[in-house]
């Protein structure tokens, strides 16, 4: 008789499983509560216990680390040492086995769970006996996953065994989960210890979807989500309507949640291959749109929109009225549905504002390696803002330099905004050097950079980019400060009579 171990915390569809091994001839060898469920089903089931001669012991956290446990799953059937050895030791061979984990990952999501309840759901002999079955996959058939049962179960009603083939890409699924199992693990501890630098780490993320290919038609490319991660995210976003997201849509998409998420009042974000081409803020979700337009109404053609307030008809009317790839919002009114519906292919996501995340890492590959860095969340409120100047900015020029510093932050390095107090008025983003950046951003801006403000991502290594500033009309600047020529830009900007604030904190987005 074929013997299966079946241990798991997960129930669902364990009965109508082991009802079927039974009728294929299976003996079923079970453990604690999940022996109790079959019995209570009228399952006929073996105890460890019985298997092993030893009760199970210390609360339960030890009862199948045993021999006639482990023998019977490690051993090599076609190696005739193997067979003798469990024969002379009255081990009999275990041929499937089906065990699910303590929840680990579902304890800890409590943001109130109990340090010692967190170490109770770490799950020993689960992962021994996964492990050890996997590791004969040769003659064991290993399960760790439900949605695994029908088709493990029909290829044993066809065959009376598993093929090799399943049996391996079992064995590989139990490693991967058993890998990510113990990452969650070693973070939460490495987290309880207040390692922040541990001289290995490993990031566990879950198939969310294949994507048809990446940034261009012949990479391959898929998007994985973090099991634990933040609500806040793309990656949680409901999707109402439209076509699948693609590679450079996600990248598109988050970018434009991580700026819109820097303002209070009601803000749209227009982005375009990474950087904002628009941002607007006012009192309604239609103003705030409108400026956002109006920043850079050519741009914005096939771009994604965010929103941190619920997109209503009227402003659902405006979005209808270009071609946009992605809308982005907390809610959609009914009427804004139905008018933006009417387009096929736009796609219309919401995400949880009220879950904002802020304490992941960010990662980035490099070739053979991974960068790993803190999200950038510091704003103007932790800076310690100093005028550098003879002149103070004014409350409204303040207003202005605000929202350009909220802005420049996410706008890819050498980064100069142009805004007034409303919305941005010019971008200059990518640049090789910082006075490129300001002509770009300057002469977006146009006419309108007069009586406006700028926003430096980083310092100004000379007096340059002050320079231009001043001749398009610019009165106000705020950059980190820190060069060994900051005098030379406080000079240039007094001889104008530019207000300049330096935030001592530099925002680079390579």
């Known amino acids: ?43 006929p089931v073996t105890g460890v216990e019985e298997v092993t001669g030893f009760p199970e012991i210390l609360d339960g956290r030890v009862k199948t680390l045993h021999p006639s446990i482990h ?23 275990i041929d499937l086995v089906c065990v699910n984990l303590y929840p680990f990952q579902q304890t800890i999501a409590n943001p109130n769970v109990a340090f010692e309840d967190a170490i109770e759901n770490i799950d020993i002999g689960g992962p021994s006996m996964l492990r050890s079955a996997a590791k004969n996959f040769e003659t064991v058939t290993v399960i760790v996953d439900a949605v695994d049962y029908d088709a493990v179960l029909a290829e044993l009603n066809v065959n009376g065994e598993t093929t090799l083939k399943t049996r391996q890409k079992l064995s590989a699924k139990v490693f991967r989960h058993t890998a990510a199992y113990d990452s969650f693990i070693a973070e939460y501890l490495t987290e309880q210890a207040g390692e922040e630098l541990p001289e290995q ?37 409901r999707q109402l309507h439209g076509k699948e997201l693609s590679y450079n849509n996600i990248h598109d998409a988050d970018a434009a949640l991580q700026i819109v998420k820097e303002f209070n009042e009601p803000a749209a974000v227009a982005v375009k291959h990474m950087n904002p081409c628009g941002v607007g803020t006012g009192a309604t979700v239609e103003d705030a749109f409108s400026k956002a337009f109006a920043a850079d109404p050519v ?26 790839e992605i809308v982005i919002a907390p ?17 219309l996501l919401t995400v949880p504002f009220d879950h904002q995340g802020g304490v992941e890492k960010m990662l980035t590959s490099v070739e053979g390696g991974l960068l ?17 100047t003879d002149r103070t900015p004014t409350a409204g020029e303040m207003e202005a330099l605000e929202l350009a510093w909220k802005v ?14 409303d919305m941005t008025l010019g971008v200059g983003a990518g640049q090789m050097n910082r006075v490129g950046a300001a002509k770009i951003a300057l002469e977006q801006a146009g006419e309108k950079a007069k009586g406006a403000v700028l926003a430096s991502d980083a310092f100004f290594p000379m007096d340059d980019t002050v320079e231009a500033a001043a001749k398009a009309g610019i009165t106000a600047i705020i950059q980190p400060g820190g060069s060994i020529r900051d ?20 925002h680079f987005k390579h």
């Open 1 to 43: 008789m074929k013997r299966a171990l079946i241990s798991v915390s997960d129930k669902s569809g364990i009965i109508e499983f082991a009802e079927s091994l039974v009728k294929l001839g299976y003996e079923i060898l079970s453990t604690g509560g999940t022996k109790r469920v079959f019995e209570e089903n009228g399952i």
């Open 71 to 93: 023998g019977g799953l490690l051993a090599k059937l076609s190696n005739p040492a193997h067979k003798e050895q469990i024969e002379s030791q009255n081990i009999k061979p």
């Open 201 to 237: 780490v490993t990031f566990t993320y879950e198939l969310k979807q294949p994507l048809r290919y990446g940034e261009n038609p012949h990479q391959k490319a898929a998007f994985y989500e973090k099991r634990l991660g933040s609500n806040f995210s793309i990656a949680k976003a």
């Open 299 to 324: 741009s914005i053609f096939g771009g994604i929109v965010a929103f941190n307030r619920a997109v209503d008809g009227a402003t659902a009317t405006r979005l209808h009225e270009i071609f946009l």
């Open 331 to 347: 809610a959609f009114s009914d009427e804004a549905l139905d008018i933006l519906t009417a387009k096929k292919n736009i796609r």
């Open 372 to 388: 790993v860095q803190d999200l950038d969340s510091f704003s103007l409120a932790d800076a310690d803002v100093k005028v550098a």
């Open 408 to 421: 420049v932050k996410h706008v890819k390095s050498n980064a100069i905004v142009v805004a007034d107090k």
């Open 487 to 506: 005098e030379d830009s406080i000079k240039k900007a007094n001889e104008y009579g530019i207000a300049m604030i330096m935030t001592g904190i530099r």
